[in-house]
Protein backbone atom coordinates (compact mmCIF):
# COMPACT_ATOMS: atom_id res chain seq x y z
CA UNK A 1 0.00 0.00 0.00
CA UNK A 2 0.99 3.51 0.68
CA UNK A 3 3.96 2.62 1.98
CA UNK A 4 5.78 0.37 -0.61
CA UNK A 5 5.90 3.86 -2.66
CA UNK A 6 8.20 5.39 -0.10
CA UNK A 7 11.01 3.55 0.08
CA UNK A 8 12.84 6.08 2.80
CA UNK A 9 10.28 5.86 5.27
CA UNK A 10 10.93 3.44 8.35
CA UNK A 11 7.69 1.12 8.65
CA UNK A 12 4.91 1.31 10.50
CA UNK A 13 4.24 -0.89 13.53
CA UNK A 14 1.08 -0.97 15.42
CA UNK A 15 1.64 -0.89 19.72
CA UNK A 16 -0.14 -3.31 22.07
CA UNK A 17 0.16 -2.15 25.87
CA UNK A 18 -0.27 -4.31 28.95
CA UNK A 19 -1.44 -1.82 31.41
CA UNK A 20 -0.93 -3.98 34.19
CA UNK A 21 0.11 -7.28 35.29
CA UNK A 22 -3.08 -10.22 34.38
CA UNK A 23 -4.59 -7.76 32.29
CA UNK A 24 -4.76 -8.27 28.25
CA UNK A 25 -2.45 -6.24 25.95
CA UNK A 26 -4.85 -3.39 24.39
CA UNK A 27 -4.16 -1.62 21.12
CA UNK A 28 -2.09 1.77 21.22
CA UNK A 29 -1.57 3.29 19.09
CA UNK A 30 0.90 2.96 16.06
CA UNK A 31 4.42 4.61 15.38
CA UNK A 32 7.71 4.74 12.41
CA UNK A 33 10.32 2.64 13.46
CA UNK A 34 13.16 0.81 11.83
CA UNK A 35 13.25 -1.95 13.38
CA UNK A 36 11.27 -4.04 16.35
CA UNK A 37 13.44 -3.42 18.91
CA UNK A 38 13.74 0.98 18.04
CA UNK A 39 9.67 0.57 18.16
CA UNK A 40 9.90 -1.13 21.19
CA UNK A 41 11.40 1.91 22.59
CA UNK A 42 9.96 4.28 20.78
CA UNK A 43 6.62 2.87 22.06
CA UNK A 44 8.11 3.95 25.39
CA UNK A 45 8.29 7.22 24.76
CA UNK A 46 5.33 7.75 22.97
CA UNK A 47 2.88 5.71 24.52
CA UNK A 48 3.81 5.50 28.12
CA UNK A 49 4.95 8.16 29.83
CA UNK A 50 2.72 7.95 32.06
CA UNK A 51 3.28 4.54 33.35
CA UNK A 52 0.37 3.15 31.31
CA UNK A 53 2.18 0.00 30.57
CA UNK A 54 4.44 -3.10 32.18
CA UNK A 55 4.66 -4.82 28.48
CA UNK A 56 4.77 -3.30 25.28
CA UNK A 57 4.05 -5.83 22.07
CA UNK A 58 4.55 -4.34 18.71
CA UNK A 59 4.23 -6.03 15.15
CA UNK A 60 4.43 -4.23 11.91
CA UNK A 61 1.07 -3.03 10.58
CA UNK A 62 1.28 -4.89 7.14
CA UNK A 63 1.00 -8.35 8.64
CA UNK A 64 -1.80 -7.39 10.61
CA UNK A 65 -4.87 -8.79 8.57
CA UNK A 66 -8.54 -7.55 9.52
CA UNK A 67 -12.10 -8.33 8.91
CA UNK A 68 -13.66 -6.74 5.90
CA UNK A 69 -16.32 -4.24 7.56
CA UNK A 70 -18.58 -4.30 4.61
CA UNK A 71 -19.23 -7.97 5.57
CA UNK A 72 -20.15 -7.32 9.14
CA UNK A 73 -23.75 -8.02 8.86
CA UNK A 74 -23.18 -11.45 7.54
CA UNK A 75 -20.04 -12.20 9.33
CA UNK A 76 -21.76 -11.83 12.75
CA UNK A 77 -25.45 -12.42 12.12
CA UNK A 78 -25.47 -16.54 13.31
CA UNK A 79 -24.67 -15.48 16.46
CA UNK A 80 -27.99 -13.23 16.99
CA UNK A 81 -30.59 -15.99 17.08
CA UNK A 82 -28.25 -17.90 19.47
CA UNK A 83 -29.54 -16.01 22.64
CA UNK A 84 -29.83 -19.77 24.61
CA UNK A 85 -25.90 -18.79 24.90
CA UNK A 86 -26.57 -16.27 27.64
CA UNK A 87 -27.38 -17.24 31.06
CA UNK A 88 -30.60 -15.00 30.76
CA UNK A 89 -31.99 -17.19 28.44
CA UNK A 90 -32.96 -19.46 31.77
CA UNK A 91 -35.70 -19.41 34.15
CA UNK A 92 -35.08 -19.95 37.68
CA UNK A 93 -37.87 -20.56 40.40
CA UNK A 94 -37.50 -17.92 42.46
CA UNK A 95 -36.42 -20.56 45.48
CA UNK A 96 -32.79 -20.88 43.55
CA UNK A 97 -30.95 -18.00 45.98
CA UNK A 98 -27.54 -18.67 44.42
CA UNK A 99 -26.23 -20.11 40.71
CA UNK B 1 -23.97 -1.61 -2.84
CA UNK B 2 -24.38 1.46 -4.89
CA UNK B 3 -22.50 4.57 -3.97
CA UNK B 4 -25.81 5.99 -3.22
CA UNK B 5 -26.57 3.15 -0.54
CA UNK B 6 -22.81 3.66 0.55
CA UNK B 7 -23.65 7.12 1.38
CA UNK B 8 -26.54 6.63 3.00
CA UNK B 9 -25.28 3.73 5.12
CA UNK B 10 -22.65 6.11 6.13
CA UNK B 11 -25.06 9.15 6.96
CA UNK B 12 -27.06 6.38 9.27
CA UNK B 13 -23.83 5.61 11.05
CA UNK B 14 -22.75 9.57 11.35
CA UNK B 15 -26.60 10.53 12.53
CA UNK B 16 -26.77 7.34 14.99
CA UNK B 17 -23.17 8.61 16.55
CA UNK B 18 -21.30 5.46 15.65
CA UNK B 19 -18.14 5.80 15.06
CA UNK B 20 -16.51 5.53 11.48
CA UNK B 21 -13.26 3.43 11.38
CA UNK B 22 -10.39 3.20 8.68
CA UNK B 23 -11.89 0.64 6.22
CA UNK B 24 -15.04 1.65 6.53
CA UNK B 25 -16.55 3.60 3.19
CA UNK B 26 -16.58 6.89 3.55
CA UNK B 27 -17.16 9.86 1.58
CA UNK B 28 -13.95 11.96 -0.49
CA UNK B 29 -14.64 14.62 1.20
CA UNK B 30 -15.15 13.56 4.94
CA UNK B 31 -11.36 11.78 4.00
CA UNK B 32 -10.03 15.20 2.54
CA UNK B 33 -11.32 17.51 5.12
CA UNK B 34 -10.40 15.01 7.93
CA UNK B 35 -6.16 14.45 6.67
CA UNK B 36 -6.23 17.87 6.21
CA UNK B 37 -8.25 19.05 9.85
CA UNK B 38 -5.72 16.41 11.52
CA UNK B 39 -2.40 16.65 10.09
CA UNK B 40 -3.08 20.73 10.60
CA UNK B 41 -3.65 19.83 13.92
CA UNK B 42 -0.12 17.31 13.99
CA UNK B 43 2.18 19.95 12.57
CA UNK B 44 0.62 22.77 15.19
CA UNK B 45 2.30 20.42 17.84
CA UNK B 46 5.30 19.71 16.41
CA UNK B 47 5.63 23.27 15.26
CA UNK B 48 4.18 24.50 19.07
CA UNK B 49 7.87 23.17 20.53
CA UNK B 50 10.01 25.41 19.20
CA UNK B 51 8.67 28.90 21.12
CA UNK B 52 8.74 26.57 24.10
CA UNK B 53 12.17 25.18 23.61
CA UNK B 54 13.43 28.33 23.12
CA UNK B 55 13.12 28.81 26.94
CA UNK B 56 14.04 25.19 28.73
CA UNK B 57 17.85 26.43 29.19
CA UNK B 58 16.83 29.47 30.72
CA UNK B 59 13.86 28.12 33.00
CA UNK B 60 14.27 30.07 36.14
CA UNK B 61 14.63 26.55 38.30
CA UNK B 62 15.10 22.74 37.90
CA UNK B 63 11.74 21.94 38.52
CA UNK B 64 10.17 24.96 35.95
CA UNK B 65 12.87 23.31 33.64
CA UNK B 66 11.96 19.78 34.43
CA UNK B 67 8.33 20.57 33.91
CA UNK B 68 8.98 22.57 30.61
CA UNK B 69 10.70 19.80 29.15
CA UNK B 70 8.35 16.95 29.91
CA UNK B 71 5.32 19.46 28.42
CA UNK B 72 7.41 19.92 25.54
CA UNK B 73 8.13 15.97 24.99
CA UNK B 74 4.30 15.01 25.07
CA UNK B 75 3.60 17.64 22.96
CA UNK B 76 6.26 15.63 20.13
CA UNK B 77 3.95 12.52 21.70
CA UNK B 78 0.85 14.38 20.87
CA UNK B 79 2.39 15.39 17.29
CA UNK B 80 2.78 11.77 16.58
CA UNK B 81 -0.62 10.17 17.97
CA UNK B 82 -2.36 12.43 15.35
CA UNK B 83 -0.12 11.65 12.51
CA UNK B 84 -0.78 7.87 13.27
CA UNK B 85 -4.50 8.94 12.74
CA UNK B 86 -3.88 10.97 9.28
CA UNK B 87 -2.03 8.15 7.98
CA UNK B 88 -4.77 5.59 8.73
CA UNK B 89 -6.69 7.67 6.46
CA UNK B 90 -4.39 6.89 3.62
CA UNK B 91 -1.60 9.53 3.64
CA UNK B 92 2.12 9.00 4.33
CA UNK B 93 4.04 10.56 7.30
CA UNK B 94 6.34 11.60 4.03
CA UNK B 95 4.20 13.06 2.32
CA UNK B 96 2.33 15.23 5.32
CA UNK B 97 6.03 15.97 6.61
CA UNK B 98 6.47 17.55 3.02
CA UNK B 99 3.32 19.87 3.17
CA UNK B 100 4.49 20.97 6.59
CA UNK B 101 7.88 21.97 4.92
CA UNK B 102 6.61 23.14 1.52
CA UNK B 103 4.60 25.65 3.35
CA UNK B 104 1.09 23.73 1.46
CA UNK B 105 -0.23 22.67 4.62
CA UNK B 106 -1.24 25.51 7.82
CA UNK B 107 -0.53 25.34 11.56
CA UNK B 108 -2.03 27.34 13.96
CA UNK B 109 -0.63 30.62 13.19
CA UNK B 110 -0.18 31.78 17.66
CA UNK B 111 3.45 29.59 17.05
CA UNK B 112 4.27 32.14 15.02
CA UNK B 113 4.74 34.79 17.91
CA UNK B 114 7.39 35.14 19.53
CA UNK B 115 8.75 34.21 23.24
CA UNK B 116 10.23 37.25 24.63
CA UNK B 117 10.62 36.53 28.74
CA UNK B 118 9.72 33.73 30.91
CA UNK B 119 6.26 34.68 31.64
CA UNK B 120 5.46 34.38 28.12
CA UNK B 121 6.33 30.22 28.95
CA UNK B 122 2.83 31.36 31.92
CA UNK B 123 1.00 32.77 29.01
CA UNK B 124 1.20 29.84 26.64
CA UNK B 125 0.31 27.65 28.82
CA UNK B 126 -2.46 29.27 30.65
CA UNK B 127 -4.19 30.77 27.50
CA UNK B 128 -2.62 28.91 24.41
CA UNK B 129 -2.62 25.33 26.16
CA UNK B 130 -6.55 26.83 27.65
CA UNK B 131 -7.86 27.44 24.40
CA UNK B 132 -6.43 24.34 22.66
CA UNK B 133 -8.21 22.18 25.64
CA UNK B 134 -11.37 24.24 25.15
CA UNK B 135 -11.28 23.13 21.27
CA UNK B 136 -10.20 19.76 21.86
CA UNK B 137 -12.52 18.18 24.56
CA UNK B 138 -15.29 18.10 21.97
CA UNK B 139 -13.37 16.50 19.57
CA UNK B 140 -13.04 13.42 21.60
CA UNK B 141 -16.18 12.57 20.55
CA UNK B 142 -15.17 13.26 16.64
CA UNK B 143 -16.61 10.61 14.20
CA UNK B 144 -13.36 9.42 12.87
CA UNK B 145 -12.65 6.59 15.51
CA UNK B 146 -8.75 6.66 15.40
CA UNK B 147 -8.95 11.19 15.50
CA UNK B 148 -11.43 10.56 18.60
CA UNK B 149 -9.11 8.09 20.16
CA UNK B 150 -5.81 10.18 19.95
CA UNK B 151 -7.86 13.18 21.18
CA UNK B 152 -8.74 11.09 24.34
CA UNK B 153 -5.05 10.67 25.43
CA UNK B 154 -4.42 14.07 23.99
CA UNK B 155 -6.89 15.81 26.33
CA UNK B 156 -5.42 13.31 29.52
CA UNK B 157 -2.23 14.89 28.86
CA UNK B 158 -2.89 18.80 28.10
CA UNK B 159 -4.71 19.49 31.21
CA UNK B 160 -1.17 19.84 33.19
CA UNK B 161 0.02 22.22 30.88
CA UNK B 162 -2.33 24.47 31.48
CA UNK B 163 -1.77 24.53 34.93
CA UNK B 164 1.44 25.16 34.89
CA UNK B 165 1.28 27.62 32.68
CA UNK B 166 -1.32 29.22 35.18
CA UNK B 167 1.46 28.75 38.24
CA UNK B 168 3.63 30.25 36.21
CA UNK B 169 1.66 33.33 36.02
CA UNK B 170 0.62 32.82 39.32
CA UNK B 171 3.70 32.92 41.13
CA UNK B 172 5.05 36.03 39.12
CA UNK B 173 1.85 37.97 39.81
CA UNK B 174 2.19 37.57 43.10
CA UNK B 175 5.99 38.19 43.27
CA UNK B 176 8.31 41.78 43.27
CA UNK B 177 6.67 44.88 40.93
CA UNK B 178 8.66 43.77 37.89
CA UNK B 179 7.87 40.34 38.10
CA UNK B 180 4.20 41.32 38.14
CA UNK B 181 4.85 43.73 35.01
CA UNK B 182 5.98 40.53 33.37
CA UNK B 183 2.76 38.77 33.85
CA UNK B 184 0.57 41.44 32.37
CA UNK B 185 2.79 42.26 29.69
CA UNK B 186 2.80 38.51 28.45
CA UNK B 187 -0.97 38.54 28.93
CA UNK B 188 -1.67 41.57 26.89
CA UNK B 189 0.18 40.36 23.92
CA UNK B 190 -1.24 36.09 23.80
CA UNK B 191 -4.50 37.24 24.80
CA UNK B 192 -5.75 38.84 21.32
CA UNK B 193 -3.60 35.71 19.14
CA UNK B 194 -5.21 33.48 21.65
CA UNK B 195 -8.97 34.49 20.70
CA UNK B 196 -7.42 33.84 17.09
CA UNK B 197 -7.03 30.03 17.93
CA UNK B 198 -10.61 29.44 17.24
CA UNK B 199 -10.50 30.54 13.77
CA UNK B 200 -12.50 33.26 11.91
CA UNK B 201 -16.21 33.98 12.64
CA UNK B 202 -18.69 31.56 12.32
CA UNK B 203 -20.08 33.90 9.51
CA UNK B 204 -16.43 34.06 7.35
CA UNK B 205 -16.20 29.53 7.91
CA UNK B 206 -17.20 27.90 4.90
CA UNK B 207 -16.57 24.42 6.32
CA UNK B 208 -18.26 24.01 9.77
CA UNK B 209 -21.23 23.67 8.51
CA UNK B 210 -20.47 20.52 6.59
CA UNK B 211 -18.02 19.63 9.50
CA UNK B 212 -20.35 19.81 12.35
CA UNK B 213 -22.81 17.70 10.38
CA UNK B 214 -19.59 14.70 10.05
CA UNK B 215 -19.05 15.50 13.60
CA UNK B 216 -15.67 16.37 12.66
CA UNK B 217 -16.36 19.42 14.84
CA UNK B 218 -18.97 19.43 17.63
CA UNK B 219 -18.69 23.25 18.09
CA UNK B 220 -18.44 26.24 16.18
CA UNK B 221 -15.40 28.52 16.40
CA UNK B 222 -17.66 31.53 17.49
CA UNK B 223 -18.96 28.82 20.27
CA UNK B 224 -15.78 27.83 21.73
CA UNK B 225 -14.02 31.30 21.51
CA UNK B 226 -17.07 33.00 23.76
CA UNK B 227 -16.88 29.81 26.32
CA UNK B 228 -12.80 30.46 26.54
CA UNK B 229 -13.36 33.90 27.48
CA UNK B 230 -16.20 33.52 30.12
CA UNK B 231 -13.43 31.10 31.96
CA UNK B 232 -10.64 32.68 31.38
CA UNK B 233 -11.50 36.15 32.86
CA UNK B 234 -12.83 34.49 35.72
CA UNK B 235 -9.21 33.33 36.05
CA UNK B 236 -7.49 36.48 35.64
CA UNK B 237 -9.70 38.03 38.02
CA UNK B 238 -7.40 35.24 40.21
CA UNK B 239 -4.18 36.45 39.09
CA UNK B 240 -5.03 40.34 39.44
CA UNK B 241 -4.56 40.71 35.93
CA UNK B 242 -6.35 43.16 33.71
CA UNK B 243 -7.84 41.88 30.37
CA UNK B 244 -6.24 43.75 27.82
CA UNK B 245 -10.13 44.61 26.09
CA UNK B 246 -11.49 47.91 27.30
CA UNK B 247 -14.77 46.87 25.79
CA UNK B 248 -14.90 43.87 27.60
CA UNK B 249 -18.06 43.61 30.05
CA UNK B 250 -20.62 41.20 31.52
CA UNK B 251 -23.65 41.16 29.72
CA UNK B 252 -26.46 39.92 32.12
CA UNK B 253 -29.06 39.62 29.32
CA UNK B 254 -26.73 36.70 27.64
CA UNK B 255 -25.29 35.72 30.57
CA UNK B 256 -22.05 35.75 28.44
CA UNK B 257 -18.69 38.38 28.22
CA UNK B 258 -19.09 40.59 25.47
CA UNK B 259 -15.56 41.37 24.15
CA UNK B 260 -13.79 44.00 21.58
CA UNK B 261 -13.40 43.16 18.10
CA UNK B 262 -10.75 41.01 16.68
CA UNK B 263 -8.04 42.32 14.31
CA UNK B 264 -8.56 39.73 11.66
CA UNK B 265 -6.51 41.69 9.30
CA UNK B 266 -3.58 40.36 11.50
CA UNK B 267 -4.79 36.72 11.67
CA UNK B 268 -4.87 36.65 7.77
CA UNK B 269 -1.92 38.16 7.48
CA UNK B 270 0.29 35.78 9.93
CA UNK B 271 -1.99 32.83 8.24
CA UNK B 272 -0.30 34.20 4.84
CA UNK B 273 3.27 33.78 6.03
CA UNK B 274 3.87 37.16 7.53
CA UNK B 275 3.83 37.11 11.50
CA UNK B 276 6.63 37.92 13.38
CA UNK B 277 8.51 34.30 12.70
CA UNK B 278 6.84 32.07 10.52
CA UNK B 279 9.79 31.91 8.65
CA UNK B 280 11.89 30.85 11.11
CA UNK B 281 9.71 28.32 12.48
CA UNK B 282 9.99 26.96 9.03
CA UNK B 283 13.44 26.50 8.40
CA UNK B 284 14.01 25.27 12.21
CA UNK B 285 11.65 22.27 11.17
CA UNK B 286 13.16 21.75 8.04
CA UNK B 287 16.84 21.90 8.70
CA UNK B 288 16.02 19.76 11.84
CA UNK B 289 14.33 17.35 8.86
CA UNK B 290 17.16 17.71 6.48
CA UNK B 291 19.76 17.28 9.32
CA UNK B 292 18.19 13.93 11.06
CA UNK B 293 18.19 12.40 7.33
CA UNK B 294 21.95 10.60 8.00
CA UNK B 295 20.56 9.11 10.82
CA UNK B 296 17.17 7.88 9.19
CA UNK B 297 18.90 6.42 6.66
CA UNK B 298 21.84 5.00 8.97
CA UNK B 299 18.79 3.47 10.95
CA UNK B 300 17.48 1.34 8.18
CA UNK B 301 20.71 0.46 6.94
CA UNK B 302 21.53 -1.01 9.91
CA UNK B 303 17.94 -2.81 10.85
CA UNK B 304 18.42 -3.87 6.95
CA UNK B 305 21.97 -5.61 7.52
CA UNK B 306 20.58 -6.92 10.54
CA UNK B 307 18.10 -8.81 9.42
CA UNK B 308 20.11 -10.12 6.42
CA UNK B 309 22.46 -11.35 9.15
CA UNK B 310 19.72 -13.16 10.87
CA UNK B 311 18.76 -14.60 7.86
CA UNK B 312 21.90 -16.33 7.23
CA UNK B 313 22.17 -17.82 10.47
CA UNK B 314 18.97 -19.36 9.79
CA UNK B 315 20.24 -20.72 6.64
CA UNK B 316 23.54 -22.17 8.04
CA UNK B 317 22.05 -23.62 11.24
Not at chain 1, 25 to 50: C, F, P
Amino acid sequence: MAQETNKNEWPLWEVFIRSKAGLDHKHAGSLHAADAQMAIENARDVYTRRMEGVSIWVVESKYIHASDPDEAASMYDPANDKIYRHPTFYNLPDEVKYM
Amino acid sequence: MTVHSFQEHFDDLIDREVTIEPKDWMPEDYRKTLIRQISQHAHSEIVGMLPEGNWITRAPSLRRKAVLLAKVQDEAGHGLYLYSAAETLGVTRDELYDQLHSGKAKYSSIFNYPTLTWADMGAIGWLVDGAAIMNQVPLCRTSYGPYARAMVRVCKEESFHQRQGFEIMLTLSKGAEVQKKLAQDAFNRWWWPSLMMFGPPDAESPHTEQSVRWRIKRMTNDELRQKFVDVTVEQAKVLGLDVPDKDLKWNEARGHYDFGAINWEEFRNVVKGNGPCNKQRLETRKKAWENGKWVRDAAMAHAEKRKARKMTDVKAA
